[in-house]
């Protein structure tokens, strides 16, 4: 694992260029169908795509909440993982690479760009709002629960997970 493998394929040696753009074709072209085609059915069919979505949302959040939650975890144990195991060790860059931040200016970085103002706003709001309106299918007569479960999926939010998720897509 310390051994470096030498590749021949250079980044963007597939790409075109268009207009200025330096553009990977076959992912450029699969997502400008889907987005321009899912704007086109939304401009055309606008009450029926508000219904549809309407009725979507709801029906997501209650049936794969569950999927939301075991990501999160599974994000926390990869990232565990990668902090226990050798690949822990791997210096991205090489093996004389300095880091050009230290740890707290990393930190701060990240938690003002990704979660200063949200935890300032959403900090005091979503424990209110998951108060109001329970997750998971509590109902509002059992305020106990309904405090305990927006608490709780308050700290999901905002806790250790989203880091962890942030840490993964930072390391890809």
């Excluded at 400008?32 to 795509?49: D, H, P, R, W």
């Excluded at 299918?137 to 709780?152: I, N």
């Excluded at 962890?164 to 890809?172: K, N, Q």
Aim: aromatic content about 16%; some cysteine; hydrophobic content about 55%.
């Amino acid at each position: 694992m310390s051994e470096a493998t030498a590749i021949e394929y250079e980044v963007g040696q597939d790409n075109i260029r268009i207009l200025g753009l330096d553009i990977h074709n076959p992912v450029f072209l699969i997502s400008a169908v889907v987005i321009v085609g899912f704007v086109i059915f939304v401009l055309m069919f606008q009450e029926g795509a508000a219904e549809m979505f309407g009725a979507l949302r709801p029906w997501l959040t209650s049936t794969f909440d569950w999927v939301f939650m075991i990501a999160g975890n599974i994000f926390v144990l990869f990232c565990l993982f990668l902090v226990l195991s050798p690949y822990g060790k791997i210096r991205i860059g090489g093996p004389d690479a300095k880091p050009d931040y230290s740890y707290a200016g990393w930190f701060a970085m990240l938690f003002a760009a990704g979660m200063g103002i949200g935890l300032m706003f959403f900090g005091v709001l979503e424990p209110v709002y998951h108060f109001q309106n329970p997750p998971l299918g509590v109902t509002g007569q059992d305020a106990e629960a309904a405090r305990s479960l927006g608490m709780a999926a308050t700290i999901f939010h905002w806790g250790l997970h989203p880091w962890a998720i942030y840490a993964v897509v930072a390391l890809s």
